[in-house]
């Protein structure tokens, strides 16, 4: 009975265990920079509070925030920088959109330019908007835990 059970179980996951032998792997890294080398092939990289450096291929996205991007090889998808600076070399090639928020694009002037940049200026009126919004609840909050304010009784006559 357990060895039907079993057989049962490997014949449903057979499927998706072989899609996922097959996939290239995701790169994910917290406080320690990510490299891609040149003869390695990764799906997606990300990595916080770190530096990546693509020398190889990517099939997905390159996220990094509050680090920069080093691109040498290529990506096919997205290349997301927020916090940081992205390098271009001769040899760099984006499939997708780059976007860098608060960072700099510097790229080899053989580079292909990349489709779109954001300078951080456009989000300007959105961090006001967010920052004024802020400051209201913060003054609504503290007038709420004060409590109403209580006057003397007055004199009779």
């Known amino acids: 009975m357990l060895s039907r059970r079993v057989v049962l179980c490997t014949l449903i996951l057979l499927p998706s265990l072989a899609g996922v032998a097959q996939s290239s792997p995701n790169l994910r890294h917290f406080g320690r920079n990510a490299l891609v080398a040149t ?10 509070l770190c530096s990546a450096e693509v020398q190889g291929h990517t099939t997905g996205s390159v996220r990094v925030f509050a680090g920069h991007v080093f691109l040498s090889g290529s990506v096919a998808g997205n290349v997301l920088v ?3 600076n992205l390098t271009l070399t001769s040899s760099a090639n984006v499939g997708g959109y780059v976007f860098i928020f608060g960072g700099h694009l510097h790229q080899d ?4 330019p990349p489709h779109t940049v ?3 200026i456009i989000f300007l009126p959105l961090i006001l908007i967010i920052g004024a919004a802020i400051g209201v609840l913060i003054v609504l909050t503290r007038r709420m835990v004060r409590g109403p304010i209580a006057y003397p009784p007055l004199p009779r006559l």
């Open 118 to 120: 954001f300078p951080p």
């Open 82 to 84: 927020f916090g940081g």
């Open 109 to 112: 002037s053989a580079a292909n």
């Open 39 to 48: 003869d390695e092939t990764v799906h997606n990289v990300s990595c916080f």
